[in-house]
Structure formats: structure tokens, C-alpha cells
């Protein structure tokens, strides 16, 4: 099975900040990773998808890269409404796997 | 417009079944694969199954191989989750979801169903 982690599991930040979250794969798994944005009580939002393309309606501050192994999700200025948690995803094979989780807080 | 929608959560006993609904709409549901994603409470998100849009393939995480299936009525625009032998570790909320984008995400979720299993 192909195990996903992330890194930080937590991150405090300020509105404004510029916010970097990684998604490392135990083996390559080209550009089959998604990014999703979960807040308490609703379900995942999907955000990027192919590691890097954004999804329609999502704002652009949002941007994904990397391939292989190595992937990072990037928000530019964090917003108010950007306080949540991230999870990374692999669709290359299966069983589809889920990173750990990044929960994003106020600072 | 695009939605799906799951029923069936509810409180069982250990050793108990029970059978989840995703009613879709607002899209062409057979021409999508589907899946199954849980939540345990205050937990992370696990992949359960797969179906293909013609119920051809079909996969299962190995915490609930044996014991849960995945199925689905195109004619019903439906996906189905009949859990079987239930656990305590499987009590989370459940989702279904829709897979996109050349298979690279899932877009669509529905709003999740809670199954809680207790004595």
C-alpha cells in the first residue's frame, strides 16, 4: 500500500501568511494526488486535482505542484475562511490512501 | 443541480448490518465510478471502496473486505453499502463520492450519514 505523509500535522498562522503543506508518497505515484479542504462537520472540498490543477471555483491563492513522490500545496495569503484542515489523497493505485491531515489554526 | 445524497446511518449493535443509500443527481451517474470514504470521529479520512461505472471493478480496503459491498443501480442512480459483521472501529461517518478528472480526485461528496456501533 502506498502511505502518504504530511507535514506539519498542525500549523498556526496569521492572516495574510503565506502557508506551504507537503504530501510525501512512499513510492511514485505520478500526478494521481488530489488536495482537499475539510471544515468540522461538512465534508471534504476538493481543491486540486492532478497535483496541481485547480479546481473550478476554487480561489487561485490555492496552487498545488509536484510529482513522483514530492508534492506541496500552497495557499498565498490565508484567508479567514481558509482556517481548516487538508488532506492529500493518491488515486494511482489501490487501495486509495489519505495523508494524515493538516489542521490549519488561527495564530 | 450536482449532488449526492446518503441515508441509511443509524446505531447498530457489534455483529450487526446495516445497508447505506447515495442517491445522485444532476448528473449522469452511470457514467462515473464511485466511492465509499469514512470518517471515525475526530479522525482522518480512509478510502472504503470502489465500484466502476458498470459494477465491472470493484475494491476494497482490507479493514472491510469480507464484510461490507459495494454496488450500484444505474437504472436507480444509485451506489449502495451493505455492511455486514460490524465493529466498533467501523462507527464513523460515511460518505460517498464521485470520481473526476481522468481519476486523479473525487469532485463530488455527499453531506455523509453517521453509523455508530455500540451494544
Known amino acids: 500500500d502506498i502511505q502518504l505523509t504530511q507535514s506539519p500535522s498542525f500549523l498556526s498562522a496569521s492572516v495574510g501568511d503565506r502557508v506551504t503543506i507537503t504530501c510525501r508518497a512512499s513510492q511514485g505515484i505520478s500526478s494521481y494526488l488530489a488536495w482537499y479542504q475539510q471544515k468540522p462537520g461538512k465534508a471534504p472540498k476538493l481543491l486540486i486535482y492532478?497535483?496541481?490543477t485547480l479546481q473550478s471555483g476554487v480561489p487561485s491563492r490555492f496552487s498545488g505542484s509536484g510529482s513522483g513522490t514530492e508534492f506541496t500545496l500552497t495557499i498565498s495569503s490565508l484567508q479567514p475562511e481558509d482556517f481548516a484542515t487538508y488532506y492529500c489523497q493518491q488515486l494511482n493505485s489501490y487501495p486509495f490512501t489519505f495523508g494524515g491531515g493538516t489542521k490549519v489554526e488561527i495564530k | 443541480e450536482v449532488q449526492l445524497v446518503e441515508s441509511g446511518g443509524g446505531l447498530v449493535k457489534p455483529g450487526g448490518s446495516l445497508r447505506l443509500s447515495c442517491a445522485a443527481s444532476g448528473f449522469t451517474f452511470s457514467s462515473y465510478s464511485m466511492n465509499w470514504v469514512r470518517q471515525a470521529p475526530g479522525k482522518g479520512l480512509e478510502w472504503v471502496s470502489s465500484?466502476?461505472?458498470?459494477?465491472?471493478?470493484?475494491y476494497y480496503a482490507d479493514s472491510v473486505k469480507g464484510r461490507f459491498t459495494i454496488s450500484r443501480d444505474n437504472a436507480k442512480n444509485s451506489l449502495y453499502l451493505q455492511m455486514n459483521s460490524l465493529r466498533a472501529e467501523d462507527t464513523a461517518v460515511y460518505y460517498c463520492?464521485?470520481?473526476?478528472?481522468?481519476?486523479?480526485?473525487?469532485?463530488?461528496w455527499g453531506q455523509g450519514t453517521m453509523v455508530t456501533v455500540s451494544s
Open positions: 463520492a464521485r470520481v473526476c478528472c481522468s481519476g486523479t480526485a473525487f469532485d463530488i
Open positions: 492532478a497535483a496541481s
Open positions: 465500484i466502476s461505472s458498470s459494477s465491472s471493478y470493484i
